[in-house]
């Protein structure tokens, strides 16, 4: 029995293996390319089931069982790809140093990462949490924030002063990015305490929902800052509404989604816009379904103009 | 028929378009440059063999539309108008008359004895080789890089315009010419040599020596050989340089009273080839002005917007805008883009994720796990 298993296993992970290798996949990221799979199995059961179901993979199986053996073996194996590329943020990448910036901050150590990572890794075992998270992962793998950033810094108008002014960051550039950074990971786990309960299309929530949130969020997370925290998950209040949002939370909110649509490898066609431009372009008109702030979105769509991206 | 026939016929009448055309203008350079008549009668047993061909290639195309109930069609629609024109008339008003003197040395077209009537005949095949520049318009058939059928349509129909207006207003107005006896530099010609022989016949009295022969020549520079009974009195030339520069149609000779006159028509040849190169490199220009000029502005302004939207409403994941130049603006087109990205995009961003499930994989990406299941099922059978 427990060969029968393995060997199944084995066939599926080489099934799996084989759909993930696909060139059209390449520029995507892991999470990105589960969705794929599973959207294309889901698609083309017709046509798949008579090979799934001959004697080279799963003999005597009905669809149903079939999708039980790919799909763990496919989440398995995405959760190890994301893993280890989280990890590389987390431990490698990102420059925690940010943390001692903020207020109430305790003296920062690998145990306060570690736990972050955890809770990321939690996250991605929701189903929504693990759609939410493909934006930020795409945000940061596109250094979305990181050359925004610049640009912000450098022009110093609206969403500068909201960094420096309004949040009143007492931070650099660099930390500044890293706040954001880790934000935009942070944001997805939510979705770890209230999978289902808020607007699917729009993925707000209200304020006291947030507010419930935080606290549940600060007890797994005892040693991150509260702002941190806050910047997260305040990410899903429209700032129509709620004027308090975080500008570090509206631009994660920003940046989440515009990593959930743009494929900056994309062939643009001639006489289309840059990906960036176009998103930014249609999100100014649909700023107020998404609870964006429209001058925040306004100042970015100028700078994707200047840089053509 | 089979693919790879059919694929080699296109592509022997694309390399024999632009064959053709590189030898048209050979043709006219060769009167131009002097080239030897050897050189110029390998000229025209290949403008021969390239009409023939045009001409067997417009007839199989056409009965094969008959055959099948198109010819209507083809003739119209599918421009099978220009393959005749660019063919069955040149074969017998060009290339034709001039093979068959080539066989026969001459005397079938120009044994007329007649410099006007030579005249008249040498203008008329040169302005039906006017016509060979329409071929250029089949070359529009095989527009690549454009690959919307609009803008291959749109392309093509204003090169034919324009590439017809322009032979066919060469061609009417060099028949007016030629056919209402409207003055031309050939006629002009004509009549002088008629005068400068009546002069020299009236002025010789007794007997005309080589000496006022001689005197004749340098009143009259196209007069090549004077002969008197047969017997040559006068010659410009050795009769080497005759063989090897003259060719039919190359000169002229009048016959009267036991006198023959023989004159050099290769001025009014080089003028004539002048105007022919002109033409040609109008044509030409144009061809390569609407290809480099408007091509790429009917696919910038009309059918780059068009895909854009196309592949936004056809795919899920495709949110690109359409970029809208400035100075554009007020084009339908784009006003027609301006509501594309400012009320189609949106909406879709709202609804695109919920509604359609998309993946780039496709089956096609793994037909040999799909014929694997083929392969095995076959031989367990």
Redesign the interface.
């Known amino acids: 029995m427990v060969n029968k298993m393995n060997k199944e296993e084995e066939k599926a992970a080489a099934f799996i293996t084989r759909l993930l290798s696909n060139p059209s996949l390449n520029y995507l990221n892991p999470l990105q390319k589960e969705e794929q799979i599973t959207t294309f199995l889901e698609l083309n059961a017709v046509q798949l089931f008579p090979t799934l179901a001959s004697p080279a993979f799963f003999p005597g199986k009905t669809w149903t069982e079939i999708l039980s053996i790919l799909q763990p073996q496919l989440a398995s194996m995405v959760d190890e790809m994301a893993a280890e590329g989280i990890k590389r943020y987390l431990f490698e990448k990102i420059d925690f140093g940010f943390l001692s910036s903020l207020p109430n901050s305790f003296p920062f150590n690998e145990k306060m990462i570690q736990s972050l990572y955890n809770i990321i890794i939690r996250t991605l075992k929701t189903n929504s949490g693990r759609l939410d998270f493909i934006g930020s992962y795409n945000a940061l793998l596109y250094k979305l924030p990181h050359h925004y950033l610049d640009d912000i810094f450098e022009s110093q108008t609206y969403i500068h002063f909201e960094l420096i002014k309004v949040q009143r960051l007492k931070m650099s550039k660099a930390e500044i990015l890293n706040m954001i950074r880790v934000s935009l990971m942070l944001r997805s786990s939510l979705h770890l305490y209230s999978e289902g309960v808020f607007d699917k299309s729009s993925g707000l929530i209200t304020k006291q929902y947030a507010i419930k949130i935080e606290k549940l969020l600060k007890k797994d997370l005892p040693k991150i800052p509260v702002e941190l925290i806050s910047s997260a998950v305040k990410s899903y209040l429209p700032f129509e509404k709620y004027r308090f949002v975080p500008t570090t939370g509206r631009l994660t909110s920003i940046f989440n989604a515009m990593g959930k649509s743009i494929r900056p490898h994309v062939r643009v066609d001639r006489g289309a816009s840059s990906p960036e431009k176009s998103w930014l372009s249609v999100s100014r008109r649909n700023y107020k379904y998404y609870g964006w702030d429209i001058k925040m979105l306004d100042e970015l769509y100028r700078y994707s103009l200047e840089n053509n991206w | 028929m089979n693919r790879k026939i059919v694929d080699f016929f296109e592509t022997f009448i694309i390399i024999a378009i632009l064959l053709v055309l590189v030898q048209t203008f050979l043709e006219d350079f060769a009167v131009l440059a002097g080239w030897t008549w050897n050189s110029r009668r390998i000229l025209i047993f290949s403008g021969f063999a390239f009409d023939f061909i045009f001409t067997v290639e417009f007839l199989v195309r056409y009965f094969t539309a008959l055959s099948r109930g198109e010819a209507g069609y083809y003739f119209l629609e599918g421009r099978g108008w220009i393959d005749f024109l660019a063919s069955i008339p040149l074969l017998l008003l060009n290339s034709g008359p001039a093979f068959l003197s080539l066989i026969f040395g001459g005397s079938i077209v120009f044994g007329l004895g007649s410099m006007f009537n030579i005249l008249k005949i040498v203008k008329a095949i040169r302005i039906a080789r006017i016509l060979r520049l329409l071929r250029i318009l089949k070359l529009f058939r095989k527009i690549k890089y454009i690959t919307s059928p609009m803008a291959q349509r749109h392309i093509t129909r204003i090169n034919t315009l324009a590439i017809s207006t322009v032979v066919f207003t060469l061609f009417t107005s060099a028949l007016i010419v030629g056919f209402f006896s409207l003055p031309s530099s050939a006629e002009g010609m004509d009549q002088q040599h008629h005068a400068g022989i009546e002069s020299f016949l009236s002025s010789s009295g007794g007997g005309p020596s080589a000496e006022k022969a001689r005197l004749f020549s340098t009143y009259d520079p196209d007069l090549l050989i004077v002969k008197r009974n047969g017997a040559t009195i006068f010659s410009r030339y050795d009769n080497s340089y005759y063989n090897r520069q003259f060719g039919f149609g190359d000169f002229s000779f009048i016959h009267t009273n036991g006198w023959s006159f023989f004159f050099n028509n290769m001025d009014v040849l080089k003028v004539q080839s002048v105007y022919n190169i002109l033409f040609f490199f109008i044509v030409v220009i144009l061809v390569i002005a609407i290809l480099i000029f408007y091509s790429p502005h009917f696919?910038?302004t009309i059918t780059?917007?068009v895909?854009?939207m196309e592949?936004g409403f056809s795919e899920p994941?495709y949110?690109?805008?359409?970029?809208i130049p400035e100075r554009y603006k007020d084009d339908d087109i784009y006003r027609l883009g301006d509501l594309y990205?400012?009320k189609y995009?949106?909406l879709k961003?709202?609804?695109v994720?919920?509604e359609e499930?998309?993946?780039?994989?496709?089956?096609d990406?793994?037909q040999d796990?799909?014929n694997?299941?083929d392969d095995?099922?076959s031989s367990s059978d």
Do not use: C, G, Y
């Open positions: 696919a910038f780059d917007p895909h854009v592949r994941m949110n690109l805008e359409v970029e990205n400012r995009l949106p961003q709202r609804t994720f919920e499930k998309h993946s780039d994989l496709t089956l990406d793994f796990l799909l694997q299941d095995s099922s």
